[in-house]
Structures are given as structure tokens and as C-alpha cells.
């Protein structure tokens, strides 16, 4: 079993940075996909970014290419997400997941963390 813990949230302002962690529990972590999800006040869960386990190939949302970046470590059993240039529209909480059940870009991870608060203010 995996269980992903975030890390790394808080208040920023609008051209700022922040580098989010997420440290699994489980020995299976370097054997499954993981990604980063956030959802806002009032919206839908959304696809951030994600990054494969067995070439680690990086996926990303439209709106952070360019300005996101995904990274993980198979021997610290840890994903990070480097976010540069945030904007208030990147306000949301922020879920890290982990598993191997189908597109990397859609939510059918079985395992979820509680999430992390991003704040941007203008």
C-alpha cells in the first residue's frame, strides 16, 4: 500500500514560487505512476501534472506547462512539484496520488493524499 502525505503549501504572492513535496509510506512507490491534482473553491478536481514510474515521463495541464515542474526520487520514495511564476488562478489545494490504474491525467489513482493549501494573492 501507498500512502502519499503533501507537503510544502502555503501563501504566495502573484510571480512566486513554491515547491510542493509528497513522501509515500510502502515499498511499492518506484512501481507506480504518480501525479499531482488541485481543486479549487467551487470547481472540479483538476489534472496538474503526473510522472511515470518505469521512464519517468512527464505529463502537464496546459495551464502550468512552462511554469511546473514534476521530479521524483524512487530511492526517497518521494514526488515533488517545483511550481514557478504562480498566479492567483493556481490558488486551489493541491492532492498528491499514487497508482498504476489508467491515464496518467485523470484521477483513477487509488491512492490520495489529504492535500496541501496554495494560496497566490495579487
Known amino acids: 500500500q501507498v500512502q502519499p502525505v503533501e507537503s510544502g503549501g502555503g501563501l504566495v504572492q502573484a510571480g512566486g514560487s513554491l515547491r510542493l513535496s509528497c513522501t509515500t509510506s510502502g515499498r511499492t512507490f518506484r512501481t507506480v505512476n504518480t501525479g499531482w491534482f488541485r481543486q479549487a473553491p467551487g470547481k472540479e478536481r483538476e489534472f496538474v501534472a503526473a510522472i511515470t514510474y518505469l521512464f519517468q515521463t512527464p505529463y502537464y495541464a496546459d495551464s502550468v506547462k512552462g511554469r511546473f515542474t514534476i521530479s521524483r526520487d524512487n530511492t526517497k520514495n518521494t514526488v515533488e512539484l517545483q511550481m514557478n511564476n504562480l498566479q492567483p488562478e493556481d490558488t486551489a489545494i493541491y492532492y498528491c496520488?499514487?497508482?498504476?490504474?489508467?491515464?496518467?491525467?485523470?484521477?483513477?489513482?487509488?491512492?490520495w493524499g489529504q492535500g496541501t493549501r496554495v494560496t497566490v494573492s495579487s
Open positions: 496520488a499514487a497508482g498504476n490504474g489508467g491515464d496518467v491525467t485523470t484521477p483513477s489513482y487509488r491512492y
